[in-house]
């Protein structure tokens, strides 16, 4: 597919939260989750403020995380630490849109 | 919120294309767009060709593009080759979801 750089597994989620849910709660477990795991090399997440629901569908926040390889997710999603969190978030979202795939990175190139 | 790092402007796209699309030829389409834009400061891509439905709500692909400022991805938006390569994305696309957001990093720390 061109000059794309395959590299490295990327964990990608948007979601739309309950009412009532205090999202930086959420943000800040998610960031202490992230940081007590070597494994997880990036982390990145935003919220969406402005766009029109036609193109949001509703959803507002996007949370992704690379890892170096896919075995390394597995480890990650597996631990206990990853598995309690999952119950919180789960409970605070109104709806989820989970894709996990190896990232092609076309700029900047490598 | 934390340690993280407000920076460049995400855009997000997720998508899931109509059958008998030639997915290839739409990402082409896209590497040459943003090729051809300085202010597109990174763009990568990925297909998720695993996940369940469960999680990925029937989308495939991500398409992700960061800009160094608001006005950037507002002009890009504008461009007449972006308004022209849009009609042809369009078309092909079944459901979508566009997310557009300052993105916090937290991991790698700055």
Not at 5 to 12: C, P, Q, T, Y
Not at 66 to 71: A, L, S
Request: net charge negative; charged share 25%.
């Amino acid at each position: 597919m061109g000059a794309g750089a395959m590299g490295e597994i990327k964990h990608l989620v948007i979601v739309k939260f309950k009412e009532g849910v205090v999202v930086e709660d959420i943000v800040k477990g998610m960031e202490k989750l992230v940081s007590e795991f070597d494994l997880v090399k990036s982390f990145e997440w935003g919220q969406d403020s402005e766009g029109p629901e036609m193109l949001t569908q509703g959803f507002t926040h996007s949370f992704s995380m690379t890892f170096d390889k896919k075995e390394d997710y597995a480890e990650f999603q597996s631990h206990p630490n990853h598995v309690e969190y999952s119950a919180t978030f789960s409970a605070a979202i109104e709806k989820i849109v989970v894709l996990c795939f190896p990232s092609v990175r076309v700029k900047p190139s490598a």
